[in-house]
């Protein structure tokens, strides 16, 4: 069997939904990534900010007019504490140091790095694209709250059609070229730029349902939509 590295862009939605951090997920998550680092595989890590990352933007912007660089740093550090919590949970596999700049290549033994947000203007998804072309890794996948991506947004239109397979130029048409913090897209438009002139492969998929994941993981017939 090969042994594989995988990047995995987790959702902030996913770590802390409306509700609160899910620590169901988050086991179910942990349970399945040990499983497959045994098979000896290995895992970077990146998580999104979620609720707290917009909890903490819609109090700031209550208070004062923030400018968009504050509001993307409130984020960021978001990210950080998921990715501390993260690390925690992943404590004996995972390397001490999270990843705050992926430009910089890390040089670690343990199965799992985990990475956080960078810098304003570059989210989560971005990161996971610098990491693909920092280590080699060809595909990314990137769990988010959605089983596929549409063809439109299917809040808005009945008429919305899953998409398995996408072409770059097809998917960037459908969500732009700006990003903007907090911002709710498939994969982010900026990330979506820079993993097409990689010519890298984005798998999109609900993380919540963590069988599905290990489908895909184990070469199975999975649910999600394919961006190549």
Known sequence: MNKKTYIISIGGSLIVPPEGVDWHFLKDLRTLIIEEIKKGHKFFLIA????TCRNYIAAASKVIEIDKEDLDWLG??????????????????????IIKNPTIKLSSQKNIIVASGWKPGRSTDYVATILAKEYGVKTIINLSNIDYVY?????????????????????RKLVGNKWSPGLNSPFDPVAAKKSSELGLEVVIMNGKNIKNLKNYLDGEKFKGTVIK
């Open 151 to 171: 063809d439109k947004d299917p809040n808005k239109h009945k008429d919305a059609k899953i998409k398995l397979k996408m072409a770059w130029p097809e998917f």
């Open 48 to 51: 999104g900010g979620g609720k």
């Open 76 to 97: 960021i550090h978001a990210t950080r504490l998921n990715a501390q919590l993260l690390r925690t949970i992943f404590r004996e596999q995972a390397n001490l140091e």
